[in-house]
């Protein structure tokens, strides 16, 4: 149960394409973000989808991955952890950010063409 202790797994399509970055070193890093739609009737029987944005980030062979087939709109299956982390903008106001570090990437949708 140890490894269930932050564990995300989240099925949503791209925002857009990754942004992607290659560090010193040549390790690279990707953002990315997906939406996920969670569809449900209100109590007067009409049709309401939620719609929830996560930011991704990933790192060395999965940021690869992600520069190479990831495109806006494209179903995706990503698995991760959240982290939490802070900066100071320009202005000097505190910002604070939650973001799933992805682990695993498992595309979805159309198959491949041969």
Do not use: C
Not at 19 to 29: C, I, Q, S, Y
Not at 46 to 61: L, V
């Amino acid at each position: 149960m140890y490894a269930l202790k932050n564990k995300v797994q989240l099925i949503g399509n791209l925002g857009n394409a990754p942004e992607v970055k290659t560090l010193d070193g040549g390790k690279k890093m990707a953002r990315f973000s997906i939406a996920t739609n969670e569809t449900y009737r209100n109590a007067k029987g009409e049709k309401i989808t939620e719609t929830q944005w996560h930011n991704m980030i990933a790192w060395g062979k999965v940021a690869e991955i992600a520069e190479k087939y990831l495109t806006k709109g494209k179903e995706v299956v990503v698995e991760g952890k959240l982290v939490n982390r802070n900066y100071t903008d320009k202005e000097g106001n505190k910002k604070y950010i939650t973001e799933v570090q992805v682990n695993e990437l498992l595309l979805l949708g159309e198959k491949a063409k041969a």
